[in-house]
């Protein structure tokens, strides 16, 4: 569940987009974003009260399907934030799902800002699999630093096997991969041999020099 009060953490950089789902909404916080000069897109809940002040040319060649100037109308958020936002419908056709967007940026492209929320879903998924797949079950050192380091590591790890996948160009999950190399870490077997092998044979490799307790 979101915890809004983050917000009251986080320190804006001026310039920087900071991109939350509509679980962030505070519309006072979000105002103190904006007045620090740093951007923010959010998605808008389904009750946000609001008028459209204008409404910009939009490309609809994509997803966008409309481009507006609004200012809330909320009994409090007007008060929360009185200056104006942008508001953004967008339709996903890969998922058939519609999304409203609101953001204080009104210079990037419509296209733009919905890209910049679905690279938002990108990380999710990235770190949703570092939690999966890379489990670090006991650390080797509780300090700070040594728990970033290993932390790193589990990334750098994710990163490695992605680029094995995309040099490789193949079509098995990452999750197989680390299966395949973390059972083959003593092989001396190109990977290239190793991993097109294993994903051809749709299982993972055997390893010739272990004992065989059947054969007869």
């Not at 946000?48 to 490309?59: C, E, L, V």
């Not at 999304?99 to 009104?106: G, R, V």
């Amino acid at each position: 569940m979101a915890d809004v009060n983050v917000l009251d953490i986080l320190v804006p950089e001026p310039g920087a987009f900071y991109i939350m789902d509509r679980g962030y909404i505070d519309f006072g916080r979000l105002y103190a974003m904006h007045l620090a000069g740093a951007f923010f897109v959010i998605r808008a809940k389904k009750n946000t009260r609001y008028k459209r002040r204008y409404s910009h040319k939009a490309d609809k060649t994509g997803g966008v399907r409309c481009d507006q100037t609004i200012v809330l109308d909320g009994t409090n958020s007007h008060d929360d934030y009185p200056k104006t936002l942008r508001r953004i419908k967008y339709y996903d056709k890969k998922i058939g799902k519609t999304f409203n967007f609101l953001t204080n940026n009104f210079t990037a492209p419509a296209q733009n800002i919905a890209d910049l929320y679905r690279y938002r879903q990108q990380v999710e998924l990235f770190f949703k699999w570092i939690k999966q797949h890379l489990r670090i079950k006991s650390f080797f050192g509780t300090t700070q630093n040594a728990v970033k380091t290993q932390l790193w590591i589990a990334i750098s790890v994710y990163v490695l096997i992605a680029i094995i996948k995309k040099r490789l160009d193949l079509p098995t999950d990452l999750y197989t991969i680390l299966q395949v190399l973390s059972l083959t870490l003593f092989e001396k077997i190109p990977l290239d041999q190793l991993l097109v092998n294993a994903v051809s044979e749709g299982n993972h490799p055997v390893i010739n020099n272990q004992l065989n307790l059947f054969d007869y």
